[in-house]
């Protein structure tokens, strides 16, 4: 079975992965993260200019993802593991050839938090600007999310709290999980 979790940047998507992995029986699950699936070249997905005229992929946008090479990997990993959990702002866009019953989760998180968990995670520990950070969110990153993540939610199977601890999130998505799939053998 296909796990996707969809959601913005910072609302812990990537944190609660790992709690369902933690929760699962070992060796069950593969997790593939959708930062792993940006085109890395130009004239392929979405470029901008930044400030300095520099040219930079745009990563709020579903059309810098290389989603023919996430389709195919999660192909592969559904022929090996028991369930395939898929995140990123835009996992829900995955589209695997093989047929498989899939469960959508949107991880939400309000705003003002998932800038404050952005700027702890970018800023705080990896030392990036937080006025390119901040700029970059004000002009672009907050408009970007309300037109290609947002409207995700309304064909996601549930909504989470990622207020919540995550392994109360696990517990509820596997839980619902469960009440979705068909029994083992039909």
Known sequence: MLVTLTGGAGAGKTTLA?????????????????????????????????????????????????????????????????????????????????????????????????????????CLREGFSLDVLLRNYLGHRRDAHARHVEPLRHSCDLVVDATLAPEVLARTVWEAVANTAPPRGS
């Open 18 to 122: 790992a709690a369902l992995t933690d929760r699962a029986h070992e060796g069950s699950v593969r997790v593939l993260h959708g930062d792993d699936y940006y085109f890395r070249t130009p004239g392929r997905g979405a470029w901008t200019r930044d400030e300095a005229g520099a040219s930079r992929l745009d990563v709020g946008d579903p059309r810098s993802m290389d989603q023919e090479r996430l389709n195919r990997e999660v192909d592969a990993a559904l022929a090996v593991a028991t369930h395939v959990i898929v995140d990123g702002m835009f996992a829900r866009h995955t589209a695997p050839r093989t047929q498989h019953s899939r469960f959508d989760v949107f991880v939400d998180l309000p705003a003002d938090l998932r800038l404050a968990r952005k700027i702890a995670r970018k």
